[in-house]
């Protein structure tokens, strides 16, 4: 029986202002049509984690299925509304923002996680040099790592600060929120590769464990598709997410403009 949860709604921040990706600054987001800096669609699966872990809990956290497809740009400053609706023991979650659908996505809680060998993910470590995006930087079938990250401390709680989330299950279990893995799948891209402004544009995460406070986290991803479309130049990944080298968090596929059709200043 379908049911309707109630409203998760959030003021967007754009935690990205100053990094290099410049899909995120304002003047150069123009460039590619869009009325500003976007807020990154990692944080934005973050807003959308907030159902499901509500709803599940711990159990959400520790084994949950969650599927974004990022359709329309959230902008810093607006109010993100999360609406999900209950169907087939599942959720339904989409995000609206300027009266707009931003994006669209579901979540569920498979009775147990997978069980995924750490042995069938090759452990490699980023290019020793990154150099200009192109397509010979993610050749299909290619293995790539990336540099380790923990968000321990006052780093774990500045990010929960970020994504505005208030949920007392993080601080309360010493755990990490699911978003940080979606962040680590963007420093795949990152890297192993100087990349100019590039887009995220969808995700599967099966989550295998929970994240702990202070987890160094790292993914070993295989490159599963690279290919260009309606002039953007895409790449997909495949990769596990691993805490302390040991401990499968989240198996993920990943998708990304890594080169987007610039359009004409107006």
């Known amino acids: 029986m379908a049911g309707r949860l109630e409203t998760y709604r959030v003021s967007a921040f754009n935690t990205s202002k100053q990094s290099e990706n410049k899909i995120h600054d304002d003047t150069v987001a123009r460039r590619f049509g869009f009325s500003g800096g976007l807020v990154p669609g990692v944080d934005v699966m973050a807003y959308m984690i907030h159902l499901p872990a509500a709803k599940w809990g711990r159990d959400f956290l520790e084994r949950g299925l969650i599927e974004a497809r990022f359709v329309k740009p959230v902008y810093d400053g607006e109010i993100a509304e999360v609406s999900a609706v209950e169907n087939g023991g599942g959720l339904e979650i989409e995000v609206s923002s300027r009266g707009q659908l ?12 997978p069980q995924l060998a750490l042995a069938d993910y090759q452990s490699v470590a980023p290019v020793a040099e990154r150099r200009p995006v192109s397509e010979r930087s993610y050749e299909v079938g290619q293995w790539l790592g990336t540099l ?43 890297d192993n590769a100087i990349l ?22 790292t993914a070993r991803a295989r490159v599963t598709g690279n290919y260009e479309k309606k002039g953007h130049r895409f790449v997909e990944l495949d990769a596990l997410v691993v805490a302390n080298g040991e401990r499968p968090l989240a198996h993920c596929r990943h998708i990304a403009i890594y080169q987007p059709r610039e359009q004409a200043a107006a």
Do not use: F
């Not at 931003?102 to 996680?113: D, I, K, M, V």
């Not at 970020?162 to 962040?183: F, K, M, T, V, W």
């Open 102 to 113: 931003c994006a669209t996505g579901s979540a569920s809680l498979p009775p147990s996680a």
């Open 148 to 190: 380790p990250r923990d968000w321990a401390g006052e780093v774990g709680a500045q990010y929960l600060a970020d994504i505005r989330e208030s949920d007392p299950i993080y601080a309360r279990d010493d755990l990490g929120h699911p978003g940080l893995l979606q962040r680590v799948m963007n420093k795949v891209l990152v």
């Open 196 to 217: 100019g402004p590039w887009i995220h544009v969808g995700s599967r995460m099966q989550l295998l464990s929970a994240v702990k406070s202070g987890d160094e986290l």
